[in-house]
C-alpha cells in the first residue's frame, strides 16, 4: 500500500507500482469506441501510461494535454491517458480539445487496471479512482521509469518521463 495527499489529507492506494525493470502487467481496458485493447496491442512500441482520477479536474486534463503536445514529437511511442472516466467522457473531452496524439482508454468495466497497478485508491474522497501515476515501459513492457505523483493536485514530473523515454 502506498499513501499519497490529496491537499494534504492522507489516501491510501491498494498497493505498490510495478518496479523498474519489470514487466509490466497485461490489461484490458476499453477504447472511446468500447471495443477492448491490451498492453500486449502496443508491443513493439515504447508506452507512456499517463493514469489519473478524473478528466474532469484541471491537473487531470493539463496532464493528457501536456502528453498530447509532447506525443507529437516521440518516435516509436504511443502515450496512453488511463482513468476510470467513461468512454464517452474522454472522448468528449479530447475531441473538444482536438487532442489526437494520444490514446484515452477506461478502467471502467473490470476495474481491474487499478488493482493490478496498485494505484487504485481504497480509501478517501477519491476512493476507486486511480492514482496519479506516470509509468514509462519500453517496447517488450518492461518498466522504465514509474511515478505516483505523491500530491494528486500536483502535475506529474514530465521531464522525467520524457528522459525515460529518450534513454
Same mark, same amino acid.
Request: aromatic share 6%.
Given at each position: 500500500?502506498?499513501?499519497?495527499?490529496?491537499?494534504?489529507?492522507?489516501?491510501?492506494?491498494?498497493?505498490?507500482?510495478?518496479?523498474?525493470?519489470? +514487466?509490466?502487467?497485461? %490489461?484490458?481496458? $476499453?477504447?472511446?469506441?468500447?471495443?477492448? =485493447? !491490451? &498492453?500486449? *496491442? #502496443? /508491443?513493439?512500441?515504447?508506452?507512456?501510461?499517463?493514469?489519473?482520477?478524473?478528466?474532469?479536474?484541471?491537473?487531470?486534463?493539463?496532464?493528457?494535454?501536456?502528453?498530447?503536445?509532447?506525443?507529437?514529437?516521440?518516435?516509436?511511442?504511443?502515450?496512453?491517458?488511463?482513468?476510470?472516466?467513461?468512454?464517452? +467522457?474522454?472522448?468528449? %473531452?479530447?475531441? $473538444?480539445?482536438?487532442?489526437?496524439?494520444? =490514446? !484515452? &482508454?477506461? *478502467? #471502467? /468495466?473490470?476495474?481491474?487496471?487499478?488493482?493490478?497497478?496498485?494505484?487504485?485508491?481504497?480509501?478517501?474522497?477519491?476512493?476507486?479512482?486511480?492514482?496519479?501515476?506516470?509509468?514509462?515501459?519500453?517496447?517488450?513492457?518492461?518498466?522504465?521509469?514509474?511515478?505516483?505523483?505523491?500530491?494528486?493536485?500536483?502535475?506529474?514530473?514530465?521531464?522525467?518521463?520524457?528522459?525515460?523515454?529518450?534513454?
Amino acid at each position: 500500500m502506498s499513501t499519497v495527499t490529496l491537499k494534504g489529507n492522507k489516501i491510501h492506494t491498494s498497493g505498490e507500482l510495478p518496479e523498474k525493470g519489470s +514487466a509490466a502487467p497485461d %490489461f484490458s481496458l $476499453a477504447k472511446t469506441d468500447l471495443s477492448s =485493447v !491490451s &498492453l500486449t *496491442d #502496443f /508491443k513493439g512500441n515504447k508506452v507512456i501510461l499517463n493514469i489519473f482520477p478524473s478528466v474532469d479536474t484541471g491537473t487531470c486534463a493539463a496532464s493528457v494535454r501536456a502528453f498530447n503536445k509532447e506525443a507529437s514529437e516521440l518516435k516509436n511511442t504511443k502515450v496512453l491517458c488511463i482513468s476510470r472516466d467513461l468512454p464517452f +467522457a474522454l472522448s468528449r %473531452f479530447c475531441g $473538444a480539445e482536438g487532442l489526437n496524439n494520444v =490514446v !484515452s &482508454l477506461s *478502467d #471502467f /468495466k473490470n476495474h481491474r487496471f487499478g488493482k493490478d497497478y496498485g494505484l487504485e485508491f481504497i480509501d478517501g474522497p477519491l476512493e476507486g479512482l486511480l492514482s496519479r501515476v506516470v509509468i514509462v515501459l519500453d517496447e517488450n513492457g518492461k518498466v522504465l521509469h514509474a511515478e505516483q505523483v505523491p500530491e494528486i493536485v500536483d502535475e506529474p514530473n514530465y521531464q522525467a518521463a520524457l528522459n525515460a523515454i529518450n534513454a
